[in-house]
């Protein structure tokens, strides 16, 4: 879809109408001007004095139909000119939201919004006192989102808060997330860093000589600066697919090395892929206290797995949730996918079915996204997947399954080319939340990322900026850079911690 917008010169508004054109079309392009005839004209116009107006008028070439919308946002005397901009930008993404929807039949139920964390911006007017009632007419007027996800966003706000009651103020410690970049196979919708582990023995080696040595000295610097870990986090990849033995020297190491580690609030272990999960295993994390995993199965139909190159079958997900069960995990997490490659309700009715036989204390269900680097996206045609309407009535399923079973959703996060525009929802069964998922989402806190594509989140105590800092993808780049990546981000964390940034 070509659409060639007129009337906003300025670069600024490119990019958000472009990711609202994206909410729309599989495949779009805005321009300022197009050589030949475009699919689209939008005409623009707005206006800023004592209010912000913002007018669109949309144009199908083909057919000649017309569509028009007109916006008033208020302005306050206060507002500085980043904060007027701002609100002319919400004016215009508002009218082209309006047009586009009419146009297409296409309802946002998410409205303007087009980032990743939606739930930040109620919490900031929890912080600020607005109440309610007020914040929702806001969030309804000033971004169009719909009744709908605004309870949403107020269920999992209130539930953050029941489980993390100091959540505003955990800026004085971190969260650690570990990144372990190997599997057994690598899935087809899968952007991780995660490379297949069978024959790159010499490669794990280095690499977790690189983890280690990152695990001690940050776990140096945290200790000589008195910082406690509210959550750590292993990640990947799949952290369960280094051996027993691997995995017993890295939780040593965490325990020697990391502060009190006795009184961190919760510390996870992917074991997303079933294949990689055995008894010795098992034994070696409930050995380190650990007792909350995720086991993954994505989906219960065979032929699925096969398609998205799981490698493992249905029954070995069962087997290995008993077996973990039975051995005493207490805190399972199971994920799974909506709209994966030749599923629709019936299929995704299934899976519910069967996730009811083992009933895991979190489930986090995931609307397939195509991202960029994925095979599966650079193989679209290869993958046939539902449609937008079908893709609803499967999170509507989901919805109605976890709360006639006793969970309620806790964290949610939206990302870009998302089936159907929708989210992904982590429900728990009350008392079972992940405080891990609720720290990254909330960017309440810095998370120090440690390990092969780790990124950190450092969040400025004072302006609540957040910076990211990635450490390498790769395991080769990895291995040869890791104690630099160390010492920057040690840099960093002194720059953050200091006495001046923590009188506040
Ligand atoms: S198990 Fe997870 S991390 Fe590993 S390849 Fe599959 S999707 Fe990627």
């Given at each position: 879809?070509?659409?060639?917008?007129?009337?906003?010169?300025?670069?600024?508004?490119?990019?958000?109408?472009?990711?609202?054109?994206?909410?729309?079309?599989?495949?779009?392009?805005?321009?300022?001007?197009?050589?030949?005839?475009?699919?689209?004209?939008?005409?623009?116009?707005?206006?800023?004095?004592?209010?912000?107006?913002?007018?669109?008028?949309?144009?199908?070439?083909?057919?000649?139909?017309?569509?028009?919308?007109?916006?008033?946002?208020?302005?306050?005397?206060?507002?500085?000119?980043?904060?007027?901009?701002?609100?002319?930008?919400?004016?215009?993404?508002?009218?082209?939201?309006?047009?586009?929807?009419?146009?297409?039949?296409?309802?946002?139920?998410?409205?303007?919004?087009?980032?990743?964390?939606?739930?930040?911006?109620?919490?900031?007017?929890?912080?600020?006192?607005?109440?309610?009632?007020?914040?929702?007419?806001?969030?309804?007027?000033?971004?169009?989102?719909?009744?709908?996800?605004?309870?949403?966003?107020?269920?999992?706000?209130?539930?953050?808060?029941?489980?993390?009651?100091?959540?505003?103020?955990?800026?004085?410690?971190?969260?650690?997330?570990?990144?372990?970049?190997?599997?057994?196979?690598?899935?087809?919708?899968?952007?991780?860093?995660?490379?297949?582990?069978?024959?790159?023995?010499?490669?794990?080696?280095?690499?977790?000589?690189?983890?280690?040595?990152?695990?001690?000295?940050i776990g140096k610097w945290l200790k000589e600066n008195g910082i406690?870990?509210?959550?750590?986090?292993?990640?990947?990849?799949?952290?369960?697919?280094?051996?027993?033995?691997?995995?017993?020297?890295?939780?040593?190491?965490?325990?020697?090395s990391f502060p009190n580690?006795?009184?961190?609030?919760?510390?996870?272990?992917?074991?997303?892929?079933?294949?990689?999960?055995?008894?010795?295993?098992?034994?070696?994390?409930?050995?380190?206290?650990?007792?909350?995993?995720?086991?993954?199965?994505?989906?219960?139909?065979?032929?699925?797995?096969?398609?998205?190159?799981?490698?493992?079958?249905?029954?070995?997900?069962?087997?290995?949730?008993?077996?973990?069960?039975?051995?005493?995990?207490?805190?399972?997490?199971?994920?799974?996918?909506?709209?994966?490659?030749?599923?629709?309700?019936?299929?995704?009715?299934?899976?519910?079915?069967?996730?009811?036989?083992?009933?895991?204390?979190?489930?986090?269900?995931?609307?397939?996204?195509?991202?960029?680097?994925?095979?599966?996206?650079?193989?679209?045609?290869?993958?046939?997947?539902?449609?937008?309407?079908?893709?609803?009535?499967?999170?509507?399923?989901?919805?109605?399954?976890?709360?006639?079973?006793?969970?309620?959703?806790?964290?949610?996060?939206?990302?870009?080319?998302?089936?159907?525009?929708?989210?992904?929802?982590?429900?728990?069964?009350?008392?079972?939340?992940?405080?891990?998922?609720?720290?990254?989402?909330?960017?309440?806190?810095?998370?120090?990322?440690?390990?092969?594509?780790?990124?950190?989140?450092?969040?400025?105590?004072?302006?609540?900026?957040?910076?990211?800092?990635?450490?390498?993808?790769?395991?080769?780049?990895?291995?040869?850079?890791?104690?630099?990546?160390?010492?920057?981000?040690?840099?960093?964390?002194?720059?953050?911690?200091?006495?001046?940034?923590?009188?506040?």
């Amino acid at each position: 879809m070509r659409i060639e917008i007129k009337g906003l010169e300025d670069e600024r508004f490119h990019r958000p109408l472009q990711n609202i054109a994206n909410l729309f079309f599989e495949e779009s392009e805005i321009l300022p001007t197009i050589g030949e005839k475009p699919d689209l004209q939008v005409d623009f116009h707005w206006e800023a004095s004592e209010t912000v107006f913002a007018r669109a008028m949309l144009l199908v070439n083909e057919s000649g139909k017309k569509f028009e919308s007109s916006q008033e946002l208020c302005v306050s005397p206060e507002m500085s000119e980043k904060e007027l901009f701002k609100q002319v930008k919400r004016a215009v993404s508002y009218v082209f939201v309006n047009v586009l929807q009419d146009m297409t039949e296409i309802n946002q139920k998410w409205g303007i919004l087009t980032g990743v964390r939606p739930t930040k911006l109620l919490h900031r007017k929890v912080q600020q006192g607005i109440p309610a009632s007020i914040a929702h007419k806001q969030l309804a007027d000033d971004y169009m989102i719909s009744e709908e996800k605004v309870e949403l966003m107020q269920k999992v706000v209130d539930r953050q808060l029941a489980v993390v009651p100091d959540l505003y103020s955990l800026k004085n410690e971190v969260s650690i997330y570990i990144g372990i970049p190997f599997c057994p196979t690598k899935c087809a919708y899968c952007t991780f860093p995660a490379y297949a582990i069978n024959g790159r023995q010499g490669s794990v080696n280095s690499f977790l000589g690189g983890l280690h040595y990152e695990i001690r000295e940050i776990g140096k610097w945290l200790k000589e600066n008195g910082i406690n870990i509210t959550t750590i986090y292993y990640g990947g990849g799949t952290p369960t697919s280094i051996t027993a033995e691997e995995m017993d020297m890295l939780y040593e190491e965490m325990y020697a090395s990391f502060p009190n580690v006795e009184n961190v609030r919760e510390i996870t272990v992917e074991a997303g892929r079933p294949d990689t999960i055995t008894p010795e295993k098992l034994e070696v994390l409930l050995k380190w206290n650990i007792d909350r995993i995720s086991v993954n199965p994505q989906s219960y139909i065979q032929d699925t797995l096969k398609a998205i190159g799981r490698h493992h079958t249905v029954e070995e997900t069962i087997d290995k949730f008993h077996l973990s069960r039975s051995m005493g995990m207490n805190n399972i997490n199971m994920d799974l996918i909506i709209g994966l490659p030749g599923e629709e309700l019936p299929e995704f009715r299934t899976t519910l079915e069967e996730t009811e036989k083992l009933m895991p204390e979190s489930l986090t269900v995931h609307t397939l996204s195509f991202k960029r680097a994925s095979e599966m996206t650079r193989n679209k045609q290869k993958y046939k997947v539902a449609s937008r309407e079908e893709v609803e009535k499967m999170m509507s399923a989901a919805e109605e399954w976890t709360a006639a079973h006793g969970y309620t959703p806790y964290y949610l996060y939206r990302q870009k080319n998302i089936l159907g525009n929708l989210e992904n929802v982590g429900y728990s069964i009350p008392g079972q939340e992940s405080i891990y998922n609720i720290m990254i989402m909330e960017e309440q806190q810095t998370i120090i990322g440690l390990g092969c594509g780790a990124s950190s989140k450092f969040l400025h105590p004072v302006t609540g900026k957040i910076m990211q800092y990635a450490n390498p993808k790769d395991p080769k780049s990895y291995n040869d850079n890791f104690e630099h990546y160390t010492h920057k981000k040690i840099e960093i964390l002194g720059e953050l911690f200091t006495k001046e940034n923590f009188q506040h």
